[in-house]
């Protein structure tokens, strides 16, 4: 069973501290992507990658940075934490680049940034 | 004009009625299609894809209309855990041919 884990489900920052979400998967995916979702917005791509030490931008970077020194791993990191990334972080791997029907995503990182 | 947008619900129906979402897209040149179901504070899961024949799964059919730029899926015979939100998801935007997702729709059935 594919596994994405999300170490952390909830956390508390304060405005400008900087933030690490960390996400790991067990299945040797190539792929692998950062997501937001907030209320009615769907799922937004922050980042992704295709290797390690490879990193491309989604559709809302700013504000964010990632790093992949290992395949399993994809870290998410928010340099200046502020208010408005409150939200709702999901990380997913594909062994498929994006296709759709094989992408797996772990249980999400609920930030709340006061 | 929002890349793939749905009706956000919620859509309130009772045990064992019929129900139908639609979901619209913007490009034309959109390859894959398909839904999925987020249950509270959890993580999106495939519920199916959308074939351009249509195509059925147990009580979900899904249907796609290419013409018209919209997909849809129908839930016979309601059941109280269905209640959830569905995502319509559309492959082939932006850079890198990623997944766009919708806003979702909110299904609630009572009992």
Known sequence: DVKVTQSSRYLVKRTGEKVFLECVQDMDHENMFWYRQDPGLGLRLIYFSYDVKMK?????????????????????????????????????SDPDGSSGNTIYFGEGSWLTVV | RKEVEQDPGPFNVPEGATVAFNC????????????????????????????????????????????????????????????????????????????????????????
């Open chain 1, 56 to 92: 491309e931008k989604g559709d809302i970077p700013e504000g964010y940075s990632v790093s992949r020194e290992k395949k399993e791993r994809f870290s998410l990191i928010l340099e200046s934490a502020s208010t408005n990334q409150t939200s709702m972080y999901l990380c997913a």
């Open chain 2, 24 to 111: 619209t897209y913007s490009n034309s040149a959109s390859q894959s299609f398909f839904w999925y179901r987020q249950d509270c504070r959890k993580e999106p899961k495939l519920l199916m894809s959308v074939y351009s024949s249509g195509n059925e799964d147990g009580r979900f059919t899904a249907q796609l209309n290419r013409a018209s730029q919209y997909i849809s899926l129908l839930i016979r015979d309601s059941k109280l855990s269905d209640s959830a939100t569905y995502l319509c998801v559309v492959n082939g935007y932006n850079a890198g041919n990623m997944l766009t997702f919708g806003g979702g729709t909110r299904l609630m059935v009572k009992p």
